[in-house]
């Protein structure tokens, strides 16, 4: 703790949040208080010294003395509830503490605040106090997805509940003592900024999900990045849109967790809002500037049909394939990505290839195209290449690994546009658009999309610039159809 300090947080609580449910049970604050000195101290490698006032309102003299003493606490931990806003008292201990921290340095230790805004009953942001209502804060209830009522977490109140009020805390625990370790460093409140590494937009999601999106939250700032959004979204569809857009252009990156449940529809709108920041999000990455990532849970059962449109929506609609790439794999594979996209991995420059060194074709096809692919594949060998197809496998996570490997060492690529429908061709030209986003720097030699049956009006029409388009025709493999190509790669390899 700083020197400049006597304390390192005071907890600020109504009296009546603290009295227990059950007889001879400690209260919801006191259970609270003993956790975060322990969690805290584990952090820290020493106790912290907590200050708790038993709320003694009708004695002044031990009032004032508390005023006293807020200009030597280092942090405030305000129990918000509804008895909390309407308490005249506990509202004048946090506008004293915010008085007293401007003698300090600030309320704002530039990106951390001394003020932990913990929510245990739900209350709405227009009954909170001006100093507290641009915080997200932690809220320790979830909303009971029958019912829609709150339920307040505690380790003593149902199963279940007790972990969840622990990962909560230890967010708040981590957050204090990365706060009170910068005034240790430091001395006082105007401790040098930490440098972020960047901005990251993570949409509010729904109930399900929010547990997920809690967890990835955590790990981003732990690692250095500014989430966003820092203040809960307006419920009212034009003040969302104002408030998205404005933390959407903050951003390089924004992430949308979407489940099984449509979400909530602000009002005045007519989508839900992870819906609207999912449209707010393609509508800015259109203007450059932003990558998105889409995670749809795995195998999930919708009900909802206004769900089941906006996935489908997700799936096909190529506007939102050109900023945004889908996942549709385990949670461990978003939190991969993620990362790959903030700091991408640097590729090593390409050495001079050696006359005579093998040529790699990555021969892209449909799981359902593999014995399609077999004359081609074939022919590519007899004419000395090397060909990879990709895997299919089980473990999801090993397969993607496994095509972004061939995505950045290949040197050339063949998409096997067969039994795969025109999104599927369509993903995989945009997987080819970003494989420089994996590691890959060195130019293809060639690009091409082999078009093998059965025939449709799409593949008849096929015309793109991004690769060379070679028609298999209704007579199946013919070299012909693929020597030219080959004629070019062996100029392009010279």
């Known amino acids: 703790m700083s020197s400049a300090f006597e304390h390192d947080f005071l907890i600020s609580y109504a009296h009546i949040d603290d009295q227990a449910l059950v007889d001879g049970q ?32 009708g004695n002044d003299f031990f009032a004032d003395t508390i005023m006293e ?9 305000s129990v918000f509830s509804p008895r909390y806003v309407q308490s005249d008292w506990c509202n004048r201990e946090l506008k004293g503490f915010c008085a007293a921290a401007e003698l300090s340095g600030g309320v704002r230790v530039h990106d951390k605040a001394r003020i932990f805004k913990v929510v245990k009953t739900p209350v709405t942001l227009e009954k909170q106090p001006p100093e507290v209502q641009p915080m997200l804060g932690y809220d320790f209830f979830v909303y009971d997805p029958e019912s829609g009522r709150p339920r307040e977490l505690a380790p003593s109140y149902g199963p279940g509940s007790d972990r969840a009020f622990l990962v909560k805390l230890d967010d708040l625990a981590y957050d204090i003592s990365q706060l009170l ?120 059962e919708i009900e ?26 385990p949670i461990e594979d978003l939190k991969t990505l993620i990362y790959r996209k903030l700091a991408p991995p640097k590729a090593e420059k390409p050495a001079i290839v050696p006359a005579g060194e093998l040529t790699r074709i990555y021969l892209l096809c449909d799981r359902d195209d593999v014995d399609a692919t077999g004359p081609l594949t074939d022919y590519l060998f007899d004419q000395g290449y090397e060909v990879i197809l990709p895997l299919f496998d089980e473990d999801e996570t090993q397969t993607r690994m496994e095509h972004e490997e061939n995505l950045r060492s290949a040197d050339v690529v063949i998409i096997f546009y067969g039994a795969g429908n025109e999104i599927w061709l369509r993903r995989k030209l945009r997987e080819l658009q970003r494989s420089g986003g994996l590691g890959r720097e060195k130019p293809w030699l060639g690009r091409a999309i082999y078009v093998a049956g059965p025939p449709t009006p799409q593949k008849e029409r096929l015309r793109t610039l991004e690769a060379t388009v070679l028609h298999e025709g209704n007579a199946g493999f013919q070299t012909a159809v693929v020597d030219g190509f080959l004629a070019d790669l062996a100029k392009a390899r010279s």
């Open 181 to 300: 370790e910068l005034l240790h460093q430091n001395g006082n409140a105007t401790a040098p900024a930490a440098v972020s590494k960047g901005t990251v937009f993570l949409a509010e999601t729904t109930y399900e999900l929010r547990e997920e999106r809690e967890a990835i939250k955590r790990d981003l700032i732990r690692n250095g990045y500014e989430v966003l959004p820092d203040r809960p979204l307006p419920l009212v569809a034009p003040d969302l849109t104002t408030a998205a857009r404005e933390q959407l252009a903050r951003s390089t990156l924004s992430i949308h967790l979407v489940g099984k449940n449509y979400g909530v529809v602000p009002e005045g709108g007519v989508k839900s809002l992870p819906e609207m920041q999912q449209t707010l999000a393609s509508e800015r990455g259109s203007a450059g500037g932003l990558g998105s990532i889409i995670w749809v849970a795995p195998e999930i």
């Open 304 to 329: 909802d049909d206004r769900q089941r449109a906006f996935i489908d929506h997700l799936r096909t609609d190529s506007n939102v394939h050109a900023t945004a790439e889908l996942l549709e794999t």
């Open 26 to 57: 400690a209260g919801w604050v006191s259970q609270l208080h003993r956790l975060l000195e322990i969690r805290v101290g584990q952090l820290m490698g020493q106790t912290p010294k907590i200050w708790r006032d038993p709320k003694l309102q």
């Open 69 to 77: 003493r807020l200009p030597k606490i280092a942090a405030i931990v």
